[in-house]
Nanobody, 127 residues
C-alpha cells in the first residue's frame, strides 16, 4: 500500500484547507475499503500526534479534542481516497500532516497501530 498525501499549503488563520490521501494498493486480496484511515500531524520540535481517523466503512469517525468541531474526515472508497477538511484553522495547526492506513486498527489514536504511511504534506497557518 502506498499513500500519497496532498493539499497542504499556506493559509491565514480562520481559513480552510482540504487534504487528500490517495491509496495505491497492489494486493490482490485487499481493497481500499478494508483499511481504516488516520491523519496525524507533527509540528516542529514536537512528537507526532493523532488528528482524526475513520473506519473502513466510513461509519465511525474519531477526532482529537484540539480539532473537534473544526476538522472533518471523510473517504470515497470508489476513488481510494481519504480527506481531511480543515476549517477555522489556527496557527497552532501548523504541522506536517500524515495520512496512515491499517486493517482493523485496534486503537486508532496510536500511530504504531497503523501499517502504512504517506510522505506528509505541510500546512502552515499564519496569524
Amino acid at each position: 500500500v502506498q499513500l500519497q498525501a496532498s493539499g497542504g499549503g499556506l493559509v491565514q488563520a480562520g481559513g480552510s484547507l482540504r487534504l487528500s490521501c490517495v491509496a495505491s494498493i497492489q494486493s490482490a486480496s485487499n481493497y481500499f475499503d478494508d483499511y481504516d484511515m488516520g491523519w496525524f500531524r507533527q509540528a516542529p520540535g514536537k512528537e507526532r500526534e493523532f488528528v482524526s481517523a475513520l473506519t473502513s466503512a466510513g461509519n465511525n469517525a474519531y477526532y482529537a479534542d484540539a480539532v473537534k468541531g473544526r476538522f472533518t474526515i471523510s473517504r470515497r472508497n470508489g476513488k481510494n481516497t481519504a480527506y481531511l477538511l480543515m476549517n477555522s484553522l489556527r496557527p497552532e495547526d501548523t504541522a506536517v500532516y500524515y495520512c496512515a492506513a491499517g486493517i482493523f486498527v485496534s486503537n486508532k489514536y496510536r500511530a504504531e497501530n497503523y501499517d502504512y504511511w504517506g510522505q506528509g504534506t505541510l500546512v502552515t497557518v499564519s496569524s
